[in-house]
């Protein structure tokens, strides 16, 4: 079992930056395949990016290619999202969240249901 707590949500001016953090708890971090996802008030949850267990693979919905970034270090148990060039469409909470399902496409990696664990998720804002 895995815990996850996000950080790093803020408000931002459009065309800014902001780095989420996930931390998780165990010793197992490194076998897990983490994503994230996010929340706009009134919409459904959707997939934001997805890492592999080694950093190997990366996946990204379409609408952040080029301006967001996954990426994790296993021996400080943390998966970062790193997010550039805001835009007021990506007002939401973020959530971060893992699965030690096995994965080997987009399909699978951006399905909620492929992840088990969840944080509480983190708010960022991007103001116009």
């Known amino acids: 079992q895995v815990q996850l707590v996000e950080s790093g949500g803020g408000l931002v001016q459009a065309g800014g930056s902001l780095r989420l953090s996930c931390a998780a708890s165990?010793?197992?971090?490194?076998?897990?395949?983490m994503g994230w996802f996010r929340q706009a008030p009134g919409k459904e949850r959707e997939f934001v990016a997805a890492?592999?267990?080694?950093?190997?693979?990366?996946y990204y919905a379409e609408f952040v290619k080029g301006r967001f970034t996954v990426s994790r270090d296993n021996t400080g148990n943390t998966v970062y999202l790193r997010m550039n060039s805001l835009e007021p469409e990506d007002t939401a909470v973020y959530y971060c969240?893992?699965?030690?399902?096995?994965?080997?496409?987009?399909?699978?990696?951006?399905?909620?249901?492929?992840?088990?664990?969840w944080g509480q998720g983190t708010q960022a804002t991007v103001s116009s």
């Open positions: 165990g010793r197992t971090f490194g076998s897990y395949a």
């Open positions: 890492i592999n267990w080694s950093g190997g693979s990366t």
């Open positions: 969240a893992a699965t030690l399902d096995y994965c080997s496409d987009y399909g699978c990696y951006s399905t909620i249901e492929t992840y088990k664990y």
